[in-house]
């Protein structure tokens, strides 16, 4: 107990300067315990707070156990983990054992954002405070964003953007998320902080992510200390590496989250020099590494013959050495491999005594040694059973990508096929398709694919009504595969005003730059809506919509939570619907028109209008009134951009751009006399001189 009583700020959990203790033996085991242990002091010391059983002691995971020895025995570290499996806990953990068992310790935490650093404090001085005041130094100073401590260690937290990092001695360097941080900010940092982190022989640098794309930082450095060639050391952590996960779980968190594709997606592979038998195109058998052979046109041997097969998927995951008396190989914990039991076995459920299956006959698996990181490699879509031999043993391929999968199948088709409808103007000598009249009282994004205009690729508008998420309904589409880019600006500036100048999500690639740059330097276009760049690893933010793998792939998510999962929107153009038909996946994972004399003008530019709903896009533009089950938009409300100016999409008068009025502006002489057609004008509105 505290003899002298002194606290800080006379808060009974955080001892002073000077605290004197009466220790008992069990107490001064445990501190010796902790300091040495930093498993111990977790387990038996650390608290977190839980969503269902409030505040506890954390019970750590196997995976969680593997990660903290790892940050404990290496200098610099780098974690790839999927979402809620605790990895700013693990760095909580190693931040707040090292403040107090370490002396004299500089330890800084960064986040891309001010709020997500302070959050990240939060849990360590909760932490802090739940510890048993004879095991921790007492307090000298102890603020919202840092705290000091009597053993001379202190713990702080900045941003990317601030300078608490610049030009300080930093013992341990902890980077929270950082594949999520701008790019052009966090090399900024990098460049100004690594130099004097690592010019220590002593400090230690962590870096804990959710993968967010390739070409960032954290990509490169994760990449670099999975093929050891940068000095770090990594690790990952598996979705299906915390207990309670397993396929009922994944399939509940892809119902919820909105899509297969936003899924971390795994699979189980062989290392790179796993041999397999191949015919290549002389028609030569060859036996050869499978991380050494090109894929154009081979075969390879099955149990059935020599089959085709998609590709081949590489990846970095841990591995494990399976040693048989006749052969060895080494493969991930949930590669399969078939057994004598007529079976396909995972390598994770594998035992001592198993046999395996092979070209002559079976053989015995004699031990597994786990060998940690490797780079590993799986033929895709084997045809004719998804199996083929590796070093003799029968495996069972990856089935991740199902070339040729169309975005909505046959069943979705005929669901959407309901909604289309014939429109109601046909303009433009058939290129402008509307199916309702503009109202000023409706939420309309556009949506633009930009194309040379050489009668190849077309060049499209598409427009969304989204007022009511649960009924998003197409409303126009503009298509045309010979309008130069130059015309196209106009004529989509023209139609953009119709609809009151709504925001517009062009992609900007190629052409499409062209289009942007002359709708808002032009025209005056103040709407046009810019995203991507971060994603596409670019440093400068450019306008308009980046196309890259990355942002596409956000793009067909979103757009199949939508059309997919949701049936929330309402396809009038039959075109759009076939060719969202074939829309399909390719063997390397992307999204594209199916091969031949196919398209996707107008299912990207469908993507790139609903685009607007994704979380990283929608908050900047609209206030979300309310959100779904699944924390989507449902009730949006603009944000005031001004007054909206419409022109009748069927007036005579939309050329010389003098009246903008949604109020009808075509004389239909087929009613009435003169004198019956002006009362009639009037009746909708007009007003005589």
Avoid at 492 to 497: G, K, M, P, Q, V
Avoid at 508 to 529: K, M, P, T, W
Avoid at 541 to 569: D, P
Wanted: net charge negative; proline share 3%; glycine share 6%.
């Amino acid at each position: 107990m505290v003899k002298n009583k002194q606290t800080y700020l006379n808060n009974p959990s955080l001892p002073v300067v000077g605290a004197e203790f009466e220790y008992t033996a069990e107490m001064v085991n445990d501190i010796q315990k902790c300091s040495k242990n930093i498993l111990y002091f977790a387990e038996n010391f650390f608290h977190i707070v839980s969503l269902d059983e409030g505040k506890q002691k954390i019970a750590l995971h196997s995976c969680q156990k593997r990660v903290l020895r790892k940050m404990r025995d290496n200098r610099f570290f780098i974690l790839l983990a999927s979402r809620q499996i605790g990895k700013t806990t693990l760095m909580c953990i190693y931040a707040l054992w090292v403040a107090c068992f370490q002396k004299d310790q500089s330890i800084l935490i960064v986040a891309n954002k001010e709020g997500t650093a302070i959050e990240i404090f939060r849990r360590i001085r909760l932490a802090y405070e739940e510890l048993p005041n004879w095991l921790k130094p007492g307090v000298i100073e102890y603020a919202k964003t840092s705290m000091s401590l009597a053993n001379g260690t202190r713990i702080g937290i900045s941003t990317t953007t601030g300078t608490a990092a610049r030009g300080q001695s930093i013992n341990v360097l902890i980077l929270d998320e950082l594949a999520f941080i701008e790019p052009h900010l966090v090399e900024e940092f990098w460049k100004s902080v690594y130099p004097i982190v690592s010019a220590s022989k002593k400090s230690k640098i962590f870096i804990a992510s959710t993968a967010n794309g390739t070409g960032n930082l954290f990509h490169t450095l994760y990449n670099g200390a999975e093929s050891g060639k940068n000095g770090w050391a990594g690790d990952k952590i598996l979705w299906n590496e915390i207990p309670g996960r397993d396929e009922s779980w994944k399939r509940e968190t892809i119902s919820t989250i909105g899509s297969y594709e936003a899924f971390a997606q795994e699979f189980g592979c062989v290392t790179g020099n796993t041999c397999v038998t191949i015919l290549n195109n002389n028609n030569e058998q060859i036996n050869i590494p499978i991380d050494k052979f090109n894929t154009n046109g081979y075969k390879v041997l099955t149990p059935k013959g020599f089959k085709n097969f998609a590709g081949i998927r590489k990846q970095i995951k841990p591995c494990f050495n399976i040693i048989c008396d006749t052969v060895s190989l080494s493969a991930t914990a949930d590669h399969k491999f078939f057994t004598s039991l007529g079976e396909f076995k995972e390598v994770k459920n594998l035992v001592k005594g198993d046999f395996l299956c092979t070209k002559n006959g079976y053989t015995k698996v004699e031990n597994i040694v786990d060998i940690g990181n490797k780079e590993v490699y799986d033929l895709v879509n084997v045809e004719d059973g998804n199996a083929y031999y590796t070093n003799d043993i029968i495996s069972h391929n990856c089935e991740f990508l199902d070339s040729g999968e169309s975005t909505i199948n046959e069943e979705l088709f005929d669901k959407l096929q309901l909604f289309v409808r014939q429109p109601k103007f046909i303009m433009d000598d058939g290129h402008y398709q509307i199916w309702e009249e503009p109202k000023d009282d409706k939420i309309y994004v556009a949506g633009v694919d930009v194309s040379e205009g050489v009668d190849k690729d077309a060049s499209v508008i598409q427009i969304l009504d989204i007022t009511d998420l649960t009924s998003i309904k197409q409303v126009a589409c503009y298509h045309n595969n010979a309008i130069a880019p130059h015309n196209f600006t106009e004529k989509l500036n023209d139609i953009l005003t119709q609809w009151g100048k709504p925001l517009v999500c062009i992609e900007r690639n190629n052409c499409g730059a062209q289009v942007v740059d002359n709708l808002s330097n032009h025209f005056a276009y103040e709407n046009i809506v810019s995203w991507g760049a971060s994603e596409a690893s670019r440093s400068n933010v450019q306008m308009g919509i980046v196309a890259h793998t990355n942002t596409k792939f956000i793009g067909i998510t979103n757009q199949r939570y939508w059309v997919n999962e949701l049936l929330a929107v309402q396809i009038r153009d039959l075109a759009l619907l076939k060719e969202l038909k074939t829309f399909v996946r390719r063997a390397n994972g992307t999204w594209a028109a199916k091969k031949g004399m196919y398209h996707d003008d107008r299912v990207m530019s469908f993507v790139w209008a609903l685009l607007i709903l994704d979380e990283n896009i929608v908050n900047r533009y609209f206030e979300v009134a309310t959100r779904d089950a699944n924390d989507k938009p449902l009730i949006l409300k603009p944000l005031d951009y001004g007054i909206k100016y419409y022109t009748r999409p069927d007036s005579m008068y939309n050329d010389n751009g003098e009246y903008n009025s949604v109020m009808p502006s075509v004389f239909n002489p087929s009613k009435g006399n003169a004198s019956g057609g002006v009362e009639e004008l009037m009746d909708q509105g007009w007003k005589l001189l």
